[in-house]
């Protein structure tokens, strides 16, 4: 099985509501990471999504560290959809 692994940059102008996840997260850039494994046996390279992490930020102990989350790609299109919709409302 031969497997492959994406990274991409996302960034939110504010904070992220993300299916899946209890906190919304900070404005901010992070790293979302996909792994995909190769679908043998067509005739043209395609590859089948296995699973999908954002990088958050954690708080461990008294020091900020990162940590990784699996989330669903769904939820992630829909969150970044709403970060970039423009508000439409008087006076914001």
Known sequence: ???RTTTAKVIFRK???IGG???LLPAGEYVVETDEELIHGLSVLAYR???TDITVPAQVGASRGRHMIEIGPESLAAALARDSAVDT???L
């Open 21 to 23: 996840l209890t906190e």
């Open 89 to 91: 409302r008087v006076g």
């Open 49 to 51: 999504r296995l699973r």
């Open 15 to 17: 904070p992220a509501d």
């Open 1 to 3: 099985m031969t497997e």
